[in-house]
């Protein structure tokens, strides 16, 4: 049975259009009631501005075997139980029959500030995978199979974001991949050493411009990191999943 990607590019493109266009009205919002001076945080706060891409993943889900999954999206149903925390907060969750099939990361970073938010999202991602395959390994789910753990970030394609960036280690030299690399390839490597030491089952790097509101225009830097890729990886997990249970 050949896998279902239920029209990933039209779907990603509409839910760039949805994540610039919240933004913007959430910036102008802010505007209107005096608080500009807030920036980009206000675009940030204001809205859930990844909706488009749960949108998509959902129906990824439901067209590839598991359309009675439970796809939960509400902050009050989102939590897992943690290792080194009592808990943490996902993003997107699917269980089927008491199983967690999936748990989904989906964060963004715009400019124009990209070196500090890049430290953080790193450290974020590695410590919630440690924390999540540790506590799978001590049976916080369960006795059941590995779930799809996916992380998907979306960066403003930007040419502050695309400019290389001197890093110093005053000790021991970097490793070479990042020496002069801008902050979308760190992303991009970032991603990549996620999915090679296992942390995440896939991760994907999508870079979009500002002015993508009107075509939800994105790119790929890398195969391995692609949207396709994530899709792809997700849609075979579920119609594992779903031969499985259904079996």
Known sequence: MALELVDFKGKAREAIKAFWGNREAAR??????GKADQGERAGVTAGKNMDGFISLIRDIVRANGLPNAEVYLERAVLTLPGYFRPTKLWDLLVVQDSQLIAAIELKSQVGPSFGNNFNNRTEEAIGTAHDFWTA???GAFGDQPRPFVGWLMLVEDAPKSRTPVRSESPHFEIFKEFQGASYLERYDLLCQKLVKERLYTAASLIASPRN?????????????TSLKTFITSLAGHIATEA???ND
């Open 136 to 138: 799978y390994r001590e």
């Open 28 to 33: 102008q919002k802010q505007i209107e009631s």
């Open 212 to 224: 993508a509101s009107e075509t939800g225009e994105f790119c790929n830097i890398f195969r391995m």
């Open 243 to 245: 031969a499985r249970l």
